[in-house]
């Protein structure tokens, strides 16, 4: 197995990295704090040489407190030049998929093409109550909202509705150039299925380990080739805990210390059932997620990150950064990532008009190399 993620992309894997920011609040923050944290990090993304940003969307909860990962592309968009910018992943079950589709056809078209979309199904919770599409939207309605939302983004001019959502064809306006990938954030089988039949790209979430994504992946690469798919042209994401440090059991330690709080917030989740959401030990969980991603030295994290470069059709790597938590530790881990890990060369700052526009130049700082 290559030894190091840089190696993997001069044999030719195009491996791309990005960061998956949740934008959680942590004890004693605003709101705000949380948010404004994110895309502070964001913008430190493109100036370590980060490829991308991809930011999580939740309702009604504090484990992330961006209700609109659109909302928050758009103004990191606004805010770079360079970067792709994504969503991971935009909730389908509580939206129209026509809605969607337009508002991400507007951003690709202003970004010059920088905007990537990622849905999900979600869960059965109480966003489906307030914004009034149901458990059948979520249980029966994703295959149709997701039929639906392809089509939009396929470049025909006009779209029709289907049997979930009727209406008469209509003009595509603004009409993208040709087809926009969307990717699809998968945990079951079923929701495989459904992306490969599309010939859709996985999005694969933070809790499962490489074997587990291994085989969905390769369940995905049956079923798209049964399809018709080339395999060739579909590029996966796959989302990991990044936290570096100097040894193994630091970052352990700053890990198991600073996601705790933040995790408590997925307990908010309130089910339509009223059943408890399910979560798993906490303690437990963070333990899973220290052994099974990049957390520790560089030189572990350098295994761990070539590791997951090498799943059979990814291209596209996630690293959550935020674990710790506290904008400078943070804006550390990403450097330290960038540097000491990925290797990846530092860009520019935005000229001064532009960082102007969005916040003070002082926030916001370059990577420079560090040891370790």
Known sequence: ?????????????????????LAGQRPGQTHAAALTNAHHYGRAAELTGFDGVWIAEHHFITYGVCPSAVTFAAH???????????????????RHPVALGEE???????????????VGRGGPWVDLEVFGTGLDRFHEGFAESLELLTRWLSGQPTVGGNS???????????RPTGRL????????AGTVDLA???????????????????????????????????LTGIDHASAHLAQVAETDEAAAQAVGAGLLPLLAGVGEYV?????????RDPADYVRHLIDIHPVGSPRRCRQAVARAAALPGVRHLLFMVEAVGGREPTLDNIERLATTVLDLAPRRAPPASA??????????????????
């Open 355 to 372: 960082m102007r526009r969005t916040s003070s130049p002082s926030v916001v700082r370059t990577a420079g190399p560090r040891s370790g």
């Open 164 to 174: 979930r959502f009727p209406f008469r064809p209509v003009p595509v306006v603004p």
């Open 76 to 94: 990191l968009l606004g805010a770079t030049r360079s970067i792709e910018v994504g969503t991971a992943a935009c909730i389908l079950s509580n």
């Open 271 to 279: 089910r339509l059932d009223g059943a408890p959401a399910g979560q």
């Open 104 to 118: 991400a056809a507007v951003l690709h078209e202003l970004s010059g093409g920088r905007f990537r979309l990622g």
């Open 1 to 21: 197995m290559t030894a190091d993620p840089t190696e993997a992309r001069r044999a030719g894997r195009g491996v791309r990295t990005h960061l998956f920011l």
């Open 181 to 188: 990938p969307v990717w699809v954030a998968a945990t079951s």
């Open 196 to 230: 490969a039949r599309h010939g859709l790209p996985l999005l694969l979430g933070l809790h499962a380990d490489l074997p587990e994504k291994a085989e969905l992946l390769d369940r995905y690469a049956r079923t798209a080739v049964s399809h018709g798919h080339d």
